[in-house]
């Protein structure tokens, strides 16, 4: 299990067993805190009575070592870890509430004969575990646990349904029946005398406080001290540390704050698209790296990169359908040569409303007054039925002729329901609505009380943390490289959900309206704020060459008792025809090949 994940710590390895055999715990070192012997894992404290194996950073440390200090606590070494078992000696499972960073850990309590795992607030570190009569494991990746041979690959509908129409498994589900995950924000305990789990979440997005309201000027000015006081956390380390500079607003105020904080010159990194027009921003990259004089470095990707699509699948224990896995592996590949540590953008459009559809079902609000409840669902069924997949406006559609809670649940799909139908067939419908994906999100949203609120939490608790997150996290330590996320620090979330109003977050009109107020202030003139690419791969042009014959061939030998031949060829026909299906194209081709390595079965 441990040498499963010897890619997310090459540099040291550890193992520790109880003295009645029953517990062990095992680690791979990625060193970057204390690089000594003394920050080794599993670690114990001076008493022996509780031991850790820790993966992520706790940004806050060195002030809680001091007040641990105060408390009569002693260190051996300066790691982080140390810290964090100290924490648990001293509060327990309310520690939780005290740490900023982004983790996964297991502690286990020798007196309480008990294991306590627990995930960060924005799920930037996975946990996966399994739980049978008298066992219980649990693994950073999915591939750990795999290594039990007794552990059924057998393929869960519940989650298979969900990927099909998001290019993700969701919350705490697995693509395995026999495993789950543990969510964002949540810690779970299992007795080891009564064999029993059982979860609580500790942290949730907060709700909106009114009042009292701050002017414009004082909420932009906190949210620069904040990102400010993030970044410079986040630099702390003791092995060389850079940035993922994109040229967008997010990666290049993280840029700005870098630069303002760091005593030495920033490293700066970029990956480009050649002849791929709208799809390449590595000039914008290249004009933040010179108004703030980084060390800049730059890598071209080419179609020939379809050859780490098998690779990727690997790495990736559940499948993930989003394309742009590729040019996340190959800039954390070029990165990890110079640095061990970098720092990114993520989190600034969930936080701050920067997608496209953000500022959309705000019009789309307007709009609906005009459209009758019984009219929009008479449309809905149309749209469903007539248009075919891949038309492009047909998501948008669909969402513009739902109520506000189910429209936010219908961006950016793959396949809906009556799609999946055609794919899957009837051996794989699922068996009741709560296990609808669309129901997920919409109850997710109903918790929210403006449009706005309900598309930006939904896109934070799913998106974010199982496509976005899970994509940096496994293409990063598939090279080795841990990156960082200073929008993700825990008071800048609650900062954007719990004391920012929707006015300065996104209009019918404006996305990310504070971050683009300091963008103005901080970032070159000639930088284009308003534009909105994303990173992600010129896919329709590549699958006109080899990538197309590339796919074609694999799910041509997809299994049909999984995927109808006849509807992976429509699909093709479609992308030929001039319609938008590539993304799914990439979406079924990534499970085939993550169903062919772990050999995984219905």
């Known amino acids: 299990m441990r040498d499963n994940l010897r890619h997310r710590g090459p540099d040291d390895s550890g193992s520790w067993w109880s003295a009645d055999g029953c517990v062990g715990l095992a680690q791979r070192r990625l060193a970057i805190i204390d690089l000594t012997p003394a920050g080794r894992q599993p670690m114990a404290d001076h008493s022996g009575g509780y031991h850790v194996t820790f993966n992520g950073e706790i940004y806050n440390y060195q002030e809680l070592r001091q007040e641990l200090a105060q408390r009569g606590h002693a260190f051996r070494s300066s790691s982080d870890t140390e810290v964090l078992l100290a924490s648990y000696r001293e509060w327990g499972v309310e520690c939780l509430t005290r740490l900023n960073g982004m983790f996964a850990f297991g502690i286990f309590d020798q007196q309480q004969r008990r294991l306590f795992l627990a995930r960060d607030r924005a799920g930037e570190k996975p946990l996966f575990y399994r739980h049978s009569p008298g066992q219980f494991a649990f693994a950073s990746e999915l591939k750990a646990l795999m290594a039990d041979p007794g552990l059924e690959r057998r393929i869960n509908p519940e989650a298979l349904h969900a990927y099909l129409q998001y ?61 400010e006081q993030s970044v410079r956390r986040q630099l702390v380390a003791d092995v060389p540390v850079g940035v993922l500079l994109s040229g967008g607003i997010d990666s290049s105020l993280v840029t700005a704050m870098a630069a303002r904080v760091s005593t030495q010159p920033v490293r700066t990194f970029n990956i480009s698209f050649p002849n791929h027009g709208g799809y390449d921003e590595s000039r914008y990259a290249r004009l933040v790296a010179r108004h703030f004089g980084t060390e800049h470095t730059e890598l071209a990707a080419e179609a020939s990169t379809v050859d780490l699509l098998p690779q990727l699948a690997a790495q990736f224990d559940e499948p993930l359908g989003d394309s742009s896995i590729v040019p996340t592996f190959l800039v954390s590949r070029l990165v990890r040569q110079h640095c061990t540590v970098a720092l990114g953008g993520d989190g600034g459009d969930e936080l701050f409303a920067g997608y496209l559809q953000h500022a959309w079902i705000l019009r789309v609000q307007r709009q609906q007054r005009w459209i009758p409840h019984e009219l929009r669902q008479l449309l809905g069924g149309a749209v469903d039925r007539l248009l075919p997949q891949g038309l492009r406006g047909r998501n948008y559609l669909r969402a513009l002729l739902a109520d506000s809670r189910t429209s936010v649940a219908r961006f950016n799909t793959y396949f809906d329901a009556a799609w999946r139908k055609k794919l899957l067939g ?177």
């Not at 009042?211 to 904040?226: G, V």
Request: hydrophobic share 40%; with cysteine; proline share 6%.
């Open 167 to 227: 290019g993700y498994v969701p919350g705490s589900l697995c693509i395995l029946k026999a495993v789950r995950k543990l969510p964002p924000g949540h810690f779970l305990l299992y007795d080891v005398q009564r064999d029993d789990i059982r979860t609580w979440r500790y942290w949730q997005l907060p709700d909106f406080e009114a009042e009292p309201a701050a002017d414009d000027e004082q909420m932009l000015h906190e949210f620069e001290q904040l990102l």
């Open 426 to 602: 009837q051996k794989l419908v699922l068996g009741s609505q709560e296990s609808d994906p669309e129901v997920y999100k919409s109850q997710i949203a109903a918790r929210f009380n403006t449009p706005l609120r309900q598309a930006t939490a939904v896109d934070f608790l799913t998106y974010l943390c199982d496509d976005i997150l899970v994509k940096v996290d496994r293409a990063s330590m598939l090279a080795s490289l841990e990156i960082r996320a200073p929008f993700l620090d825990c008071q800048l979330i609650e900062f954007a959900f719990g004391r920012l109003p929707d006015r300065l977050r996104a209009t019918a009109t404006e996305r990310k309206i504070l971050p683009r107020r300091l963008a103005k202030r901080l970032l070159p003139a000639q930088l284009d704020l308003q534009r909105k690419q994303g990173f992600s791969l010129p896919l329709s042009a590549w699958l006109r060459g080899n990538w197309g014959d590339c796919f074609r061939e694999i799910l041509r030998d997809a299994d049909p008792a999984i995927f109808s031949p006849t509807a992976i060829r429509s699909l093709f026909n479609g992308q030929d025809w001039g319609l938008r299906n590539a993304e799914r194209l990439f979406a079924l081709t990534i499970f085939e090949l993550w169903r062919r390595h772990y050999r995984a079965t219905l």
